[in-house]
């Protein structure tokens, strides 16, 4: 008798928990599909989104069977020890004061078990969070994102009616356990309820009554989640697209450079999407910008030279985002970047200050973000702290360059004109390039540091998650990887290969590395698709990139890549497993010139691009020339089908001298 009633009683938990996760979990998505489609969000994107929120309703009603069941274990022993049953009433509460605390505790554990990689012993929790930033945000993803119900119970200390709904759930929860802490104190008794078996009608109420207070507590729950998750601020998505100016890909920690200090870049790319082999179509800022911001080929927007300037006619992302109802921002460092070169364009907030740092740059960011919080917006962040001259501050500088000499070298980029700089560096000893990488490094800690505070800003307005961050650059930097020093002279991965990251749990996933080549031209209508905008209609050559993330891989489509900053255009075709690089001759002055003839490289046995194929493979550079014909052909189509951009407005006499300061003349 007493087995069976115990085989009772645990088919009776058994089946109320799978049951209730089962239809708490049915519930929950169909919340989510009829807000989506009431709110009009109902675009192509939508299986994804709802695929996201599945994912944490989920989670959630995970741990409320994990809290159920542990609840269940500790009052049933207590029963059993005692040798009877606790009073209704007394279960019922227990019930109700245990729900938070002990899904809290939940919450803590699961944090400390996934905290990858960190061995974090649990008493030093509190304090690893207020001195560790990078902690605290790889929290948020988990407490805000992942464990629902946590963001339910702090919001309910903000709100009062979500501090109702609590009480309501928890009662509810409190109710339930009554039920079930009632068959655990019926075994605690050893003696069966009645002395014939129940009627199978009874057992069926029994079991419906204690299920559809489950049902209810978890269709609360849900409701509770979706409702914060997609109502107000959560429904909203705004777009950060952060260029770098000038960073090479391989100087970061996540892309694998071991003595790199940039936290908090690595922990958006372990908590979002990282782009192994994104490649800018220009390797400098003018044409890669102009890619970046138009998804438009540079020789198509006609920018060659500094003295071209973005067409008014082009057509810039943050038109297209201002066009669907976005707040466009955008704070820009550089002159090639301010209205004389037309890339203001689309931003209702445009921000040009010649070299500001980035410290300046996330004080203006956060200064308009803060009363869009409750809008949609988009903002372009450019900075240039990463360009030439390298000039981190005192402390960084020595931190990357421990040695003695530091003071002459710094003072040294500081005074020299660039061209002359350059020089030096190419013919020089390899002590003052390797300074020049060190500094260039350390300007990259800082400008990562001046991130991790936007990023904490963000999370502390709860504007993170819903929040599309992009970090990437114009091009990178050579560092006599080749033999040359700066960019936009040659064509080779270290000025091409950029970093590309992006974070929106909304849609994206984490700690995706997507293999295969993508490239700047690609952003705009990425960002079109995690905004929901439909990008077709504006017939870009770029491709979203959103399936490529989901499936991990990128179908390496052809590419080109090009410059014309010195001398004559040339081009790079980049296929994804191949590289053809046209001819070009380069004359510095100072008796320095560089005669460079056709080049192939095999980019997956040689990445580093060291043995020309070009005389050895001449039908592997028949096939390339044809690839690269056929896409250079593809441009000028486009270019030809009303999207011509002629040159207006000419540079003031003062630019042009600064720009030539610069070395881009
Ligand atoms: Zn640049």
Same mark, same amino acid.
């Given at each position: 008798?007493?087995?069976?009633?115990?085989?009772?009683?645990?088919?009776?938990?058994?089946?109320?928990?799978?049951?209730?996760?089962?239809?708490?979990?049915?519930?929950?998505?169909?919340?989510?599909?009829?807000?989506?489609?009431?709110?009009?969000?109902?675009?192509?994107?939508?299986?994804?989104?709802?695929?996201?929120?599945?994912?944490?309703?989920?989670?959630?009603?995970?741990?409320?069977?994990?809290?159920?069941?542990?609840?269940?274990?500790?009052?049933?022993?207590?029963?059993?020890?005692?040798?009877?049953?606790?009073?209704?009433?007394?279960?019922?509460?227990?019930?109700?004061?245990?729900?938070?605390?002990?899904?809290?505790?939940?919450?803590?554990?699961?944090?400390?078990?996934?905290?990858?990689?960190?061995?974090?012993?649990?008493?030093?929790?509190?304090?690893?969070?207020?001195?560790?930033?990078?902690?605290?945000?790889?929290?948020?993803?988990?407490?805000?994102?992942?464990?629902?119900?946590?963001?339910?119970?702090?919001?309910?200390?903000?709100?009062?009616?979500?501090?109702?709904?609590?009480?309501?759930?928890?009662?509810?929860?409190?109710?339930?356990?009554?039920?079930?802490?009632?068959?655990?104190?019926?075994?605690?008794?050893?003696?069966?309820?009645?002395?014939?078996?129940?009627?199978?009608?009874?057992?069926?109420?029994?079991?419906?009554?204690?299920?559809?207070?489950?049902?209810?507590?978890?269709?609360?729950?849900?409701?509770?989640?979706?409702?914060?998750?997609?109502?107000?601020?959560?429904?909203?998505?705004?777009?950060?697209?952060?260029?770098?100016?000038?960073?090479?890909?391989?100087?970061?920690?996540?892309?694998?450079?071991?003595?790199?200090?940039?936290?908090?870049?690595?922990?958006?790319?372990?908590?979002?999407?990282?782009?192994?082999?994104?490649?800018?179509?220009?390797?400098?800022?003018?044409?890669?910008?102009?890619?970046?911001?138009?998804?438009?080929?540079?020789?198509?927007?006609?920018?060659?030279?500094?003295?071209?300037? #973005?067409?008014?006619?082009?057509?810039? =992302? *943050?038109? !297209?985002? %201002? &066009?669907? $109802?976005?707040?466009?921002?955008?704070?820009?460092?550089?002159?090639?970047?301010?209205?004389?070169?037309?890339?203001?364009?689309?931003?209702?907030?445009?921000?040009?200050?010649?070299?500001?740092?980035?410290?300046?740059?996330?004080?203006?960011?956060?200064?308009?973000?803060?009363?869009?919080?409750?809008?949609?917006?988009?903002?372009?962040?450019?900075?240039?702290?990463?360009?030439?001259?390298?000039?981190?501050?005192?402390?960084?500088?020595?931190?990357?360059?421990?040695?003695?000499?530091?003071?002459?070298?710094?003072?040294?980029?500081?005074?020299?004109?660039?061209?002359?700089?350059?020089?030096?560096?190419?013919?020089?000893?390899?002590?003052?390039?390797?300074?020049? #990488?060190?500094?260039?490094?350390?300007? =990259? *800690?800082? !400008?990562? %540091? &001046?991130? $991790?505070?936007?990023?904490?800003?963000?999370?502390?307005?709860?504007?993170?998650?819903?929040?599309?961050?992009?970090?990437?650059?114009?091009?990178?930097?050579?560092?006599?990887?080749?033999?040359?020093?700066?960019?936009?002279?040659?064509?080779?991965?270290?000025?091409?290969?950029?970093?590309?990251?992006?974070?929106?749990?909304?849609?994206?996933?984490?700690?995706?590395?997507?293999?295969?080549?993508?490239?700047?031209?690609?952003?705009?209508?990425?960002?079109?698709?995690?905004?929901?905008?439909?990008?077709?209609?504006?017939?870009?050559?770029?491709?979203?990139?959103?399936?490529?993330?989901?499936?991990?891989?990128?179908?390496?489509?052809?590419?080109?890549?090009?410059?014309?900053?010195?001398?004559?255009?040339?081009? *790079?075709?980049?296929?994804?497993?191949?590289?053809?690089?046209?001819?070009?001759?380069?004359?510095?002055?100072?008796?320095?010139?560089?005669?460079?003839?056709?080049?192939?490289?095999?980019?997956?046995?040689?990445?580093?691009?060291?043995?020309?194929?070009?005389?050895?493979?001449?039908?592997?550079?028949?096939?390339?020339?044809?690839?690269?014909?056929?896409?250079?052909?593809?441009?000028?189509?486009?270019?030809?089908?009303?999207?011509?951009?002629?040159?207006?407005?000419?540079?003031?006499?003062?630019?042009?001298?600064?720009?030539?300061?610069?070395?881009?003349?």
């Amino acid at each position: 008798m007493e087995a069976e009633q115990l085989k009772t009683e645990l088919k009776k938990i058994a089946l109320l928990l799978p049951l209730g996760l089962l239809v708490g979990f049915a519930v929950g998505l169909t919340m989510v599909v009829l807000h989506l489609v009431e709110q009009g969000d109902f675009h192509y994107g939508l299986w994804r989104t709802v695929i996201g929120q599945a994912t944490h309703t989920l989670n959630g009603g995970v741990f409320v069977a994990c809290n159920a069941t542990l609840l269940l274990m500790i009052l049933g022993a207590l029963q059993v020890m005692l040798g009877r049953p606790f009073a209704p009433g007394l279960r019922t509460a227990i019930g109700v004061l245990l729900f938070f605390p002990l899904y809290l505790t939940m919450v803590w554990l699961f944090t400390y078990l996934t905290v990858s990689g960190q061995s974090v012993e649990t008493h030093k929790l509190p304090a690893l969070i207020r001195e560790n930033a990078e902690f605290t945000i790889y929290l948020d993803r988990y407490f805000w994102s992942r464990l629902d119900l946590l963001a339910v119970a702090k919001t309910f200390a903000n709100r009062f009616w979500w501090m109702v709904a609590g009480l309501l759930m928890a009662s509810i929860f409190g109710v339930w356990f009554n039920h079930l802490v009632a068959a655990l104190g019926r075994l605690a008794r050893r003696r069966p309820k009645t002395s014939a078996p129940a009627p199978l009608g009874k057992w069926a109420a029994r079991l419906l009554i204690p299920l559809s207070v489950v049902v209810i507590a978890l269709i609360v729950l849900n409701m509770t989640n979706r409702a914060l998750a997609l109502t107000g601020r959560d429904l909203r998505r705004n777009v950060i697209l952060i260029s770098l100016d000038t960073l090479r890909a391989d100087r970061l920690g996540c892309y694998g450079c071991p003595t790199a200090k940039t936290p908090f870049l690595d922990l958006l790319a372990k908590n979002g999407v990282v782009f192994e082999e994104a490649i800018s179509n220009s390797s400098w800022t003018l044409p890669g910008h102009g890619a970046m911001l138009t998804g438009v080929q540079p020789t198509t927007l006609g920018l060659f030279k500094v003295t071209d300037r #973005l067409d008014n006619h082009a057509l810039t =992302i *943050a038109e !297209v985002m %201002r &066009e669907h $109802g976005f707040d466009t921002g955008a704070i820009a460092s550089y002159i090639l970047l301010d209205k004389v070169y037309g890339f203001h364009q689309g931003f209702d907030y445009f921000d040009y200050e010649d070299l500001q740092p980035a410290a300046t740059i996330v004080d203006k960011a956060i200064g308009f973000i803060e009363p869009r919080l409750a809008k949609n917006f988009f903002l372009f962040l450019h900075m240039y702290d990463t360009h030439w001259p390298y000039e981190p501050d005192e402390a960084t500088a020595k931190e990357f360059w421990p040695g003695q000499i530091v003071a002459p070298l710094r003072q040294l980029i500081a005074t020299t004109d660039y061209a002359q700089f350059a020089i030096k560096v190419i013919r020089g000893e390899d002590m003052l390039n390797d300074f020049c #990488l060190a500094m260039y490094d350390g300007e =990259i *800690a800082q !400008v990562d %540091r &001046e991130l $991790g505070r936007l990023f904490k800003f963000l999370y502390e307005k709860q504007a993170i998650d819903n929040t599309v961050l992009i970090v990437t650059s114009d091009h990178g930097e050579e560092f006599r990887d080749h033999g040359y020093f700066g960019h936009g002279l040659t064509l080779y991965d270290e000025v091409l290969h950029v970093p590309l990251i992006m974070r929106f749990p909304m849609m994206l996933p984490e700690g995706v590395r997507v293999q295969g080549q993508v490239q700047t031209l690609d952003l705009f209508p990425t960002i079109l698709g995690l905004v929901g905008i439909e990008a077709t209609k504006y017939n870009l050559p770029g491709r979203d990139l959103l399936g490529m993330i989901h499936a991990g891989a990128a179908d390496p489509l052809p590419m080109i890549a090009e410059t014309s900053m010195s001398g004559d255009s040339r081009y *790079a075709l980049r296929n994804g497993q191949y590289k053809l690089v046209t001819p070009y001759e380069l004359d510095f002055g100072a008796n320095l010139k560089i005669d460079k003839p056709e080049e192939i490289f095999d980019l997956r046995a040689d990445p580093r691009e060291r043995t020309n194929l070009a005389e050895t493979h001449p039908k592997m550079a028949e096939i390339l020339r044809r690839e690269m014909a056929a896409q250079m052909e593809a441009i000028r189509r486009s270019s030809a089908t009303g999207k011509t951009f002629s040159r207006s407005e000419q540079l003031s006499a003062q630019e042009i001298e600064r720009l030539r300061s610069l070395g881009y003349l």
